[in-house]
């Protein structure tokens, strides 16, 4: 990993260099539908001075150097509108982390795939009308450094098969039910066997009969049990971005319930960084995209909303430990507090 020395003017200087490559191959009932791939790369810079954040991004290989002083320019721009300068926290982490990819298929093996998987579900399932299938990844290569001596790498890959199925209930009207194949890495790195797809699709299929037959919720106040999959959804939108500390800022519902009950005592979730239980994370983030070590963050306990995700800005604004929760997902993008992989757990 190398790196160019890196001064400039600000309270706070960031540059970063960001590839980002995606594809996405969609067949419904066997018609190919979509075949995309977009490549995007990018440098970009942000300083901070007396309070305020400058921007800057473009597509040329323009240099820290550069590209650095118009976001300075930026950030002195904004003073005009007054304000108050806090110190950031000085944390800088230094490393590379990469994930082991397996060589990756091309698109035309993909297309053969999901052809695969559509005739082998005209094949075994009689009551299928529709099936679609869809092949996505992504790859990301960031460089990052920083004023207060970060000096990273980061490179994010995944893979996703997904796969829905639709049938008719006894009024003719459809019904759907779609299951995910993900993983880190490349397709390479996914086993998409037939024996093992099928077993999959066998599992997919009763639950889609099931759901077939399955009444419609009463409407007002219920006890319900939720299945995992969507207790985490629920989780991360209802809760998660409420807890996005530059949201809270914003003026989150959130904001004044530190430290207060807000859900049973059987409740827990924290937003874990890279690691849990042992095994890395399908997105493990070892640092952010501030140059900011990566820490799990507890946000509620036994019940109690305890904390917010933070980046430099909020951590200084809350008086809060850093928490390395910045990210930006294109190359043109400014970091922000995205919520991340979280668990809800009953104790």
Known sequence: MSFAPFTRAGEYNEFREHELRKRQIVLVDGNLMANNSSHASGQSARAYQSGYWGFASTTQPTGADTLGNIAL???KAMQLFGGESRPLPQEGYQGEHGIACQP?????QLIEWLQAVTDLVRRRYEKV????TVALDEYHDKHIQNSVGAREFNNISRAMAYLKLTVTDKDGKPVELGHVISGKGS????DLSMASVESQLDGLYEHLLAKREAVHAKGGLQTVV????????LAHEAMGHPCEADLVLGGAVTGDLRGQRIASDLVSMVDFAHSYNGEELAVPVYADDEGTPAQ???????GILTDFMHNRETTSRFGNAATGNARAYAPDDEPL????????RLN
Not at 104 to 108: D, L, T
Not at 129 to 132: A, C, D, H, P
């Open 337 to 344: 507090i995205p919520i991340g992989q979280h668990s809800c």
């Open 296 to 302: 799990d963050v507890p946000l509620i306990k036994d």
């Open 226 to 233: 939720l299945a995992p999959d969507l207790a985490g959804i």
């Open 73 to 75: 320019a930026n950030a």
């Open 129 to 132: 009308v529709s099936v679609t």
């Open 104 to 108: 990756n298929w091309s698109s035309q």
């Open 187 to 190: 397709f390479g790195n996914l």
